[in-house]
Each structure stands twice: as structure tokens, then as C-alpha cells.
């Protein structure tokens, strides 16, 4: 990528961090060149130092921009859900599915190159994480306090719906037979199926 003449320091900075997650998601972050990076992006790789603090930041700084516009983007889907438990649900549901396909190398990114971040950087992550998976606990909580649903165990069952649902982001291609909507609408119909509680049976 030749380097655009005049390009100011967010620009570069925002060049950097694109060609830093397509080459993290394609070969890894262990396997990312510095040099490779700053050639990519059109400047020396002494300059990249003026953008990043190490290798080490980038990607830390990558996974903590992820998660930040993941719980705002969620928070504000919450929102415009109103307050009926089910409602909130979904759209908890809905958004995830859809943000997950969108942002394959992002979400790929953060879920696998866990294990590269250094203690006090994988700290910080994790509690980001902690976050976003406290709020479907709080989802499912409600929905049972209102009598929608049935959930043995909410931990549990949050991390296996996060599971399912961010799984889509392995397999997902944009020319493939169903388009978003329909996967997200697919994905949320089977998940909230799944706890929705069952009239008692009438008795013979």
C-alpha cells in the first residue's frame, strides 16, 4: 500500500491497525511482521513508532477497540429494544449474530490471540469480556424473573449460547445461500426457543 501523500497521524494510525488485524487473522499474530506491517502501510518501520507503542500494545489495542464498540453497539440495541425481557433478548441475540458476521477478523482476533496478550493486557481483556457476557447473565436473570423462561443454570447456559452464536463467524460467507437477516432471525429463533418455558401439560 503506497503511502498517501499529506495522510495525517490518525489516518496512519488507522492504516496501521487495518493491515495489522487482516494480517493477525491471516497469519497469526506471532507470525505478524513489524517490517511487513510498515511496508504495507506506506512508511518506514522506525515510524511506526509513532503510532504504537510495541507489538505487544497493537494487539491489545486491536482486542480493547473490539470489545469496546461490541458492548456500546450491544448497550445501544438494548435500548432501543424496550423493556420486555424477551425483546431484550433478541435483540441481545440478533445484534451478536449479526456484529459476528461482520466483523469475522475482529471477532477472530479476539478470540484466539488471547493467549499472545501479556498478563496485565490479557487482565484488561478479560474483564472487557467479563462485561459483555454479564449482560446476557442479566438478560437471562430477567427473563426468568418474569416467568419467560427456564434456566437451570445461568452461567452456564449464557456461555454456551455465546458459543452457538459466535460460531457463526467460522463458517459464515457473505455469498452464501441465506443472507443475514435470515441467519440472525435463524439463530435467534432457535436460542430463544430453547429457554422459552412450556405450558404444563393438561392431565388426562
Known amino acids: 500500500m503506497a503511502r498517501i501523500t499529506g495522510s495525517n497521524g490518525a489516518r ?7 493491515a495489522a488485524t487482516r494480517q493477525i487473522y491471516r497469519h497469526g499474530f506471532a507470525a505478524m511482521n513489524l517490517r511487513t506491517l510498515a511496508a504495507e502501510v ?11 507503542r510495541s507489538k505487544q500494545a497493537l494487539l491489545a489495542d486491536l482486542m480493547q477497540a473490539h470489545m469496546e464498540a461490541l458492548l456500546a453497539a ?8 424496550g423493556p420486555m425481557p424477551l425483546d431484550r433478548l433478541r435483540a441481545f441475540i440478533g ?8 466483523r469475522r477478523e475482529e471477532v477472530y482476533i479476539a478470540n484466539f490471540e488471547l493467549r499472545a496478550l501479556d498478563a496485565a493486557n490479557y487482565g484488561r481483556i478479560v474483564a472487557l469480556r467479563s462485561a459483555y457476557e454479564r449482560r446476557l447473565m442479566a438478560l437471562l ?5 418474569a416467568g419467560e423462561l427456564v434456566v437451570d443454570d445461568i452461567t452456564v447456559t449464557a456461555f454456551a449460547l455465546l458459543a452457538m452464536l459466535t460460531g457463526i463467524c467460522t463458517w459464515y460467507r457473505p455469498n452464501g445461500r441465506l443472507d ?13 426457543e430453547g429457554l422459552r418455558r412450556r405450558p404444563c401439560p393438561r392431565s388426562a
Do not use: C, F, W
Not at 12 to 18: G, Q, S, Y
Not at 180 to 192: E, G, N
Open 180 to 192: 443475514k437477516a435470515r441467519l440472525s432471525a435463524l439463530h435467534t429463533d432457535l436460542a430463544i
Open 74 to 81: 450491544t448497550d445501544a440495541a438494548l435500548a432501543a429494544a
Open 141 to 145: 436473570e430477567e427473563g426468568v424473573a
Open 12 to 18: 496512519t494510525a488507522a492504516a496501521i491497525r487495518h
Open 42 to 52: 506506506g512508511i518506514q518501520p522506525s515510524s511506526l513508532y509513532n503510532h504504537i
Open 95 to 102: 445484534h451478536h449474530v449479526l456484529y459476528h458476521m461482520e
